[in-house]
């Protein structure tokens, strides 16, 4: 269990470099659905939000976690359909 | 029920999904795709957490992700393309606020010191993006007003905050309780922290802050992910954090300046160009049809102004006609055009127009003596040759398209007011610029009715 923290930080090491290589391969005509996109992933809080809101936990923690899971909807529902309606725009000549 | 090790595989997957969504995203072709990909690994990731033991409770649940689903479903669905950016940062900050809630939350658990600094992390960092992105959202949709507002004690109380944020660190790491005042200490202090970072940039800037606080929305889920010990938040975090940093690069560079200028300077500040002066040379709708007509090769430069005056349909009819008429049309775009970045690709997209005909600021600089014309559609600043001549311009070293370079250059400008910047534009004085005069959207038409006779 001590070791712990320093697996997650091998993994937050790992998931940044591939981050940096993934994203500087985007062209700037997409960054903004890049930007909308990458925002719905960041909403991935969501799945904390759940459990703690579905937790029997103490104190406030249900009903922190239930606005949390509001908020991560928001942000994961909006943010895929949002990117989605933009991409659907982007059309080659021709199509 | 399924067991954490079969939730922890399945958060692999999703985690797979997220890569191969951004990674798909890199070419307009397939990048619906990669959305759709993406989504399906957010839905796997759900639906799992939802299965998993953890789940003893369900309707605050249901409740709040309807809740949830309708405000996103209506709020993508009715957003003008105008206002993405506002969009995008108000969703930045349900993402910060989601994670500042988590971590709260996860104080209820066990009471670690890993968990308490790691709590403090994400009650920070998400505090951070929910207020800074309620600012930018309030600058970006004019509802505060968008100027940059610098005070004199400004770094002083930005260092006070500062000390006082890691002195209640140190203090709740110490004894960390769900209810203690000193964690309602660090909330108030990250809110407040949030506020002061964006406060000092305005205008032209806020590509940048809406770029940073999208890397702060994914350093937040990432800390959170360390305080509930969760590699799916971890990983997916980083990824976004990253998108963000890079996407704050860019813009940095296209503006020339560093990440530390445009966070503490306040543009403008500094302004101490030489006044330009000079005879501009007006043109009417009429002379500049002919000018076109016989063009072989046009180039549109559009910036913000385009999309407040609406023309990017009549620009898209006028794009058509050209090439009708045997020219070569494209739309050349700065980095930093538009209030977000890649603001102007969206706009000119949802015109029609193909994205083909999109081409970034070094393609078009490349072969910008080749140009025949260059229409300049309310952009001012990323056209102002001032950037590489004048060292005196706050705007000097700026990467700028060069339409001075083309053999005609129209300006489309409603007066002689000028741009976002305070900074004057040679550009206007130059012996191959002609000024058209006028709302853009009725000049544009007015091209395009000339063309139809």
Redo the contacts between chains.
Sequence with gaps: MELAPVYLAFILMLAIFLGFELISKVPATLHTPLMSGANAISGIAIVGALLAAGSKMPGLAPILGAVAVTFATINVVGGYLVTDRMLGMFKKKGD | MMDSVAVNLAYIVAAAL??F???M?????T??R???L??AG?LI??VV??L?K?????H??A???L???V???L???L?A?TS?PE??AL??G??G???L??G??????DGST?TAITVTLSVLIGGVTLSGSILAWGKLSEAFGSRAVVFGAQRFVNGLILVGLLAAGVLFVMQPA??SPVFFVILGLALLLGVMAVLPIGGADMPVV??LL?SY??L???A????????????????????????TN?MCKAMNRSLANVLFSGFGAVATASKVEGEVKPINAEDAYLILEAASSVTFVPGYGMAVAQAQHAVHELGELLEGNGCEVTFA?H?VAGR????M??LL??A?V?????V?MEDINRRMETVDVAVVIGANDVVNPAARQDEGSPIYGMPIINVDHARTVFVLKRSMASGFAGVDNPLFFGDNTRMLFGDAKASIMGMVAQFKD
């Excluded at chain 2, 995203?25 to 072709?29: D, Q, R, T």
């Design positions: 997220f890569v969504g951004l990674k995203l890199g070419s307009p072709a990048a619906r990669g959305n759709a993406s989504a957010m990731a759900v957490t939802l998993s953890g789940i003893l409770e369900w605050w649940i409740v709040a992700m809740v949830g689903a405000i996103g479903a709020a993508a669905r957003v393309m993405m969009m995008v969703f930045n349900t993402g606020a989601a994670s809630l988590v709260w939350a996860a104080l209820y658990g890993f769900p209810d809406i770029s999208n929305s994914g937040a889920a990432c959170a992910g360390f305080a509930i010990n969760n590699n799916i938040l971890i990983v997916s975090g980083s990824l976004v954090g990253a998108a963000g940093i890079i996407l860019i775009i980095p977000m970045p890649g603001h690709n969206v997209a949802e029609s193909p994205y083909d005909q999109l970034e």
